[in-house]
């Protein structure tokens, strides 16, 4: 069989990149399983586009199209190669809605092309909200109480009729564009406007803002097999687009009761839909009422969320669903990490992934650097650890921004009324404003909470760790340091630069000592490396992503 695999698209913000792994995963897996594969993709920067990296096991695309994902493009390349067969579900948004234009065109049905895995019917109830809302009203899932306008004569008689605030979505766009909330008419008319100059259909809806939000990751074969393989829980609460906020995984702050309910209709949801392959569905779920929920949308489509799920649970996402919708069933596809079980279970994790995106606002004039419903991230970093405080101090060092963790700001809050301001309004630099307002202790718990309506469990795990800095500061007069209190740091994230300021000392004279304590990191790659780091020690944590004093 031929297939068209249209790829990640052009490079920019809401394509591009963050689809390159599901797109060169795809590849392999139809090409292992005997197929032609033919591939659309401007872009050259990406792993999939490159020939060489695929070269050792021939697994590579047949041909490369550098060509722009539209209509006009794909239809030349189906004219040309004549394929069998259109794999949609792994170039993000771009893809899909080039996809449901061929339908719509009757392009697919004059060349006789078999769109993979879900159906050109399902994608279209997924990004129709309109359709989407009644879909999931058939299985009695909540969704938010919305309308969907398709004028702006429409869009104020449905603002009039659910009330302000309220929160504008545009149908069929990327990465939130065109999205936003609303506290008044004014500012409504003017987004509207906006909105409709890209997107045939808005939804306006309830303002739910504060709740939390919530995704699974969710696989179903054609036998109607189907598993969640990880949950993830926005660090910020619903307002801010899950590309800008910092992302945990698995959930930290949900009971069991929640988490079973959310994955249950998950399931539900995704098998009347008829999703076939891989999708998310991201969720609104009320921090007051553990059993009030809305469903805010499904991608029936690998999205920036799964590169992350896969990541962070070694379960290849992408080859799976490639897989899938070549007609296997999950029973029959053999499990990627055990080899000898299926890739039907869903894995447990003990340990936490977190995710920060990385901005770079600095580099364009007069662009706000308020974060919300439309992306604005170009990357992201992940991190692996025990603890909440470890990754996310792992994770800021990754973002090379110049920071060694949380009190390492980039940016200096200079009155107490401005470190309030980064705190009330999302921006890159909200996490290091509150990350000061405890160290500083300018500002309570409670007055953090009522501010952002983040989860106080995180913003415990972040006072955990500027207690642990007023420890260290302590010690100025008093090295060395003890164990106990070096090796509390280092399970909390800090890093030797950072514990060397804290105390005036020079980041040598901490890996020094932690050397001679034997507080080390241990992999069994640093094992086999060296025998200075001994094989079991009682000091065991996840390996530190950084710099070389890190070790």
């Keep these: 069989m031929k297939i068209l695999l249209l790829g990640s698209g052009a490079l920019k ?245 929640e988490y079973q309910m959310l994955r249950s209709i998950s399931l539900k949801t995704i098998r009347h839909l008829g999703i076939i392959g891989e999708c998310n569905i991201q969720f609104a779920l009320n921090p007051l009422d553990d059993r009030d929920y809305r469903v805010i949308e499904v991608n029936a489509r690998l999205s920036r969320s799964s590169a992350l799920a896969s990541k962070a649970s070694g379960y290849p996402l992408a080859a799976v669903a490639a897989e899938i919708i070549l007609g296997k069933t999950m029973p029959e596809i053999p499990n990627a990490i055990t080899k000898v079980t299926t890739s039907f279970f869903e894995p447990a994790l003990d340990y936490l992934a977190l995710k920060i995106p990385r901005w770079d606002l600095k580099k364009f004039r007069k662009v706000s650097h308020t974060i919300s419903t439309e992306m604005k991230s170009v990357g992201e970093v992940m991190a692996l650890g025990r603890n909440f405080p470890e990754c996310l101090q792992k994770a800021i060092r990754m973002l090379a921004i110049g920071s060694e963790g949380i009190l390492d700001s980039p940016l200096e809050f200079k009155t107490k009324a401005e470190l309030e301001k980064y705190i009330r309004v999302p921006s890159p630099s909200r996490i290091f404003a509150i990350g000061q307002a405890f160290f500083t202790k300018k500002f309570s718990l409670e007055k953090i909470w009522s501010l952002t309506k983040i989860d106080r469990w995180f913003l415990q795990q972040i006072e955990r760790i500027t207690d642990c800095a007023h420890e260290i500061s302590s010690c100025r007069r008093n090295w060395p340091i003890s164990p106990t209190l070096l090796k509390k740091a280092k399970l909390l994230g800090f890093s030797d630069i950072d514990i060397a300021c804290l105390i005036k000392r020079k980041p040598s004279d901490i890996r020094t000592l932690r050397k001679k304590l034997k507080i080390l990191p241990v992999t069994k790659q640093i094992d086999t490396l060296s025998a200075e780091f001994p094989a079991k020690t009682n000091y065991l944590y996840m390996t530190y992503a950084g710099k070389q004093d890190d070790v």
């Design 13 to 257: 913000i809401g394509e591009a990149g963050e689809f390159d792994y599901s797109g060169s995963q795809a590849i392999k897996a139809f090409k292992a399983n005997g197929h032609e594969v033919i591939l659309l993709n401007p872009n050259i920067a990406t792993v999939q586009t490159d020939p060489k990296l695929f070269r050792k096991d021939d697994l590579g695309p047949d041909k490369v199209y550098f060509l722009p994902v539209t209509v006009t493009s794909v239809e030349k390349v189906i004219q040309k190669e004549k394929p069998n067969a259109l794999a949609l579900s792994f170039g993000g948004q771009t893809a899909l809605n080039c996809g449901l234009e061929l339908e719509r065109q009757g392009i697919l049905k004059k060349y006789n092309i078999q769109v993979m895995g879900t159906p050109v019917s399902v994608i279209q109830a997924t990004e129709d909200r309109e359709i989407f809302k009644k879909k999931l009203a058939e299985i009695r899932v909540l969704t938010p109480r919305s309308i969907a306008s398709k004028n702006i004569s429409a869009a104020k008689k449905a603002a009039e009729k659910i009330g302000f605030p309220l929160i504008i979505r545009a149908g069929f766009a990327l990465g939130g564009k065109g999205s936003g909330f609303c506290d008044d008419m004014k500012i409504f008319e003017e987004m509207v406007r906006e909105a409709f100059a890209f997107s045939p259909q808005i939804l306006v809806e309830e303002d739910l803002r504060g709740w939390k939000e919530i995704e699974y990751e969710v696989v179903r074969d054609g036998a109607d097999n189907a598993i969640t393989v990880v949950n993830m829980e926005n660090f910020d609460p619903l307002g801010i687009h899950t590309g800008e906020s910092i992302v945990v995984s698995p959930s930290m702050t949900l009971a069991n009761t």
